[in-house]
């Protein structure tokens, strides 16, 4: 995402989101939706949660990332400003 950075700490958490979106296998169409839609919640309050659960019945392994990661507010939100910027590059 514009404007975000990442730290050496963040690698494993990156990896482990561009494997899912591989696996995935989105359409150029579902990438460009997906995005859009991750783009547009990220500014609410409550948008990690809001976009991993609008998300989970297309990417199955997203409710094991979501669920690891619910003590870990901060860390849900760059999860989730990773998987907009992975998605966008998707397609």
Known sequence: MPGSFYGVDDLPLFAEIEALVFDTRLTPGEATLIADELERLIPEPDAPLRALEFLGHRMM???????????????????????????????
């Open 61 to 91: 392994r997203l409710e094991a990332l979501r669920a690891s990661m619910l003590h870990q507010p901060a860390r849900l939100g760059i999860a989730v400003g990773m998987l907009a910027g992975l998605v966008r590059a998707a397609h």
